[in-house]
């Protein structure tokens, strides 16, 4: 099945995601500004969030006046966002294998936007085709994803520690492979659209901050809560904790505060984050 190592991937992830959704969602504000201002979204126009997650994005669409539905292979993710946004129409479906169309009847999408969910397709020309055919002539297309590993620290910082505990050597994302470094290579995500038939590509780098003390800390209980929460913090978790003990494992976790807390920024912890911002017309 299309994607099936994506669906495993996110049904056991998302809780984590689900549960800090806040913290993701100030962390990324600075992302999901440049989407919203680049579809510029419109009351009454259709909107379709690829990959929407706990719906950030949908949440947007709605307050603007437009009909949101979103797209996404996790159950976890498609159960929050439609208890956040309950006007929107969420679908628990594979938008590289789904005729969205007939999923969520009605006329084509006048935007189709996403944060960080359409670099996970086995097949993205697949992916991008499909979704094309459910988008309106001159429908507008709008997303970000990352740029590489090395220049996204979102991706090591902190957790290393956690990774050296574990016995592992931090392995580089790959760039042109499903996952979160799917799109780093420009070319090839300019190559993905013009072969699934969009025009007026635009892939523009988009440079943000990534604050974790948006709300007044120095952002180190944000930054670990996160780590914590997503791949390699659930790991470390289910292989480590029982092993450790609880006292041990509070040490282990005490190490990624501490360092945490000798690499802040201007007194908060401030990654760098490097993205594409992706425009395009069907």
């Known amino acids: 099945m299309a994607n099936e190592e994506t669906r495993r991937t996110w049904t056991d992830t998302a809780a984590g995601w689900v549960e800090q959704e806040s913290l993701f969602d100030a962390t990324f504000a600075p992302v999901t500004a440049a989407v919203l201002a680049a579809a510029d979204l419109r009351a009454g126009q259709r909107v379709l969030d690829v990959g929407c997650g706990s719906g950030t994005l949908l949440a947007a669409a709605d307050a603007v006046g437009a009909e949101a539905v979103g797209v996404d292979v996790s159950p976890a993710m498609v159960e929050a966002a439609r208890r956040r946004v309950p006007a929107a129409e969420v679908l628990l479906a594979d938008a590289q ?12 999408f006048d935007r189709v936007v996403s944060r960080f969910g359409v670099m996970f397709f086995d097949d993205p020309v697949t992916a991008f085709t ?3 055919a459910a988008t309106a002539d001159n429908g507008r297309l709008a997303f970000a994803c990352w740029r590489t590993y090395e220049e996204n620290p979102i991706f090591w910082h902190g957790q290393q520690v956690l990774t050296t505990a574990l016995g592992e050597d931090p392995a580089p994302l790959q760039p042109g492979t499903p996952g979160p470094m799917g799109f780093a290579d420009p070319d090839h995500v300019r190559a993905v659209l013009g072969g699934a038939g969009w025009r007026e590509v635009d892939v523009a780098p988009l440079d943000v901050t990534l604050d974790y003390g948006t709300d007044g800390t120095d952002g180190v209980e944000n930054r670990l809560a996160i780590i914590l929460a997503t791949t390699t913090g659930r790991r470390a978790l289910t292989e480590l904790a029982p092993v450790l003990g609880p006292e041990r494992w509070d040490a282990l976790v005490d190490e990624v505060r501490t360092f945490l807390r000798t690499q802040l920024t201007e007194d908060a912890v401030r990654l760098p984050g ?9």
């Open 97 to 108: 294998s789904t005729d969205l169309l007939a999923a969520a009847p009605g006329r084509p």
């Open 130 to 132: 499909t979704v094309r």
């Open 274 to 282: 490097a993205c594409w911002l992706v425009t395009a017309r069907a």
